[in-house]
């Protein structure tokens, strides 16, 4: 029986391969859409890890978390130095991080940040972060390259660069007279750090320490060097990460800081945000596994017809297979 099976399927062999393919690509499709699926929650939810709060000005915890993790999208004010000063000193928090955003080079967003941002900044669980050539920040003018700005734009430590004022992939209002040079390239990590370029917050300072209400004071022209030995203290962030001694302490510290009385400002869970904007987002996910499972069916349907032609063109082969003695079974 299992020897006139195989027969059967050598005597029809280009149309059982065709078949065969169709229900592989159809399947292979169906578990590699899923494995995307997958591999794209697990990497959007670990873009930030060990964060308990993140804190910003008065918006939205969605527009909060974009722009100062995904730095997607501006924020609609910055926190003065002083009130995150007055936070970080409170008993509860045992590390900050501040970063400022509103530059950019080339499409791609310049953070300020300080020295801490790479010694306690976490993803994917407790990964942090390691450079892959050079060393991290210590001049006002040194600039650390996550791994894809290094990778497209071509750039190798020593590399000078200019940044530009906004966040446009296109600017006509350049820094060009205080140029940064690359002093490290972090590693490949999957997160919004490969697209951005790091400098320190004095950086951020010392390049608008000649510029009022966004644009450059006309005849008035600071030299780098002159900028290394002034007081570049900056004057307000636009967000700043949090890590508390204690976990138990989240709710507090989130409560206290939603009811500063100085300024308006929002204290958010970066899962509790990730989770709301995988909601919205996660419409893309659905339609796309919807997509391969239609492709399945599709791929099934084929071989259906497959055998159902085949079956009426076999009509004379079954008839022989019966009268030589061939049962149902045999012939099924």
Do not use: C
């Not at 290394?228 to 508390?244: C, E, N, S, Y």
């Amino acid at each position: 029986m299992f020897a006139l099976a195989v027969k059967s399927f050598r005597n029809r062999k280009f149309t059982t391969i065709l078949t065969i393919v169709s229900i592989a690509l159809s399947v292979t499709l169906l578990l590699g859409v899923e494995r995307i699926r997958k591999e794209a929650r697990t990497s959007f939810t670990n873009t930030i890890s060990g964060t308990d709060l993140i804190v910003g000005a008065r918006s939205g915890p969605v527009q909060l978390l974009l722009y100062s993790v995904f730095r997607i999208g501006n924020a609609t004010n910055n926190i003065s130095w002083e009130s995150y000063r007055e936070i970080s000193r409170n008993p509860q928090v045992q590390w900050t991080i501040p970063i400022s955003l509103g530059d950019s080079h080339k499409g791609y967003r310049v953070m300020g940040t300080n020295t801490d941002y790479f010694k306690f900044l976490r993803y994917a669980g407790r990964r942090g972060l390691e450079l892959a050539d050079g060393r991290i920040l210590e001049g006002v003018f040194d600039a650390v390259l996550g791994a894809e700005v290094a990778r497209m734009l071509n750039y190798h430590v020593g590399d000078p660069i200019i940044i530009t004022h906004g966040a446009g992939e296109v600017s006509f209002i350049k820094h060009d007279d205080k140029p940064f040079k690359v002093v490290g390239i972090l590693k490949k990590t999957g997160t919004p750090v490969d697209q951005t370029i790091h400098v320190l917050l004095e950086a951020i300072e010392a390049i608008h320490i000649d510029w009022q209400e966004g644009a450059p004071v006309p005849g008035q022209s600071i030299s780098p060097e002159k900028v290394r030995h002034m007081d570049l203290t900056p004057k307000a962030i636009t967000a700043f990460f949090v890590g508390l001694k204690s976990r138990i302490a989240v709710f507090g510290v989130q409560r206290l800081v939603n009811e500063y009385p100085k300024e308006p400002l929002l204290a958010i869970l970066p899962g509790v945000a990730l989770q709301e904007l995988w909601d919205l987002i996660g419409v893309a996910e659905k339609a796309l596994l919807a997509v391969s499972g239609f492709v399945v069916i599709v791929g099934l349907s084929g071989m259906l017809i497959a055998l159902m032609t085949s079956l009426n063109e076999r009509r004379r082969e079954m008839a022989i297979l019966r009268s030589v003695g061939a049962r149902p079974m045999h012939v099924f």
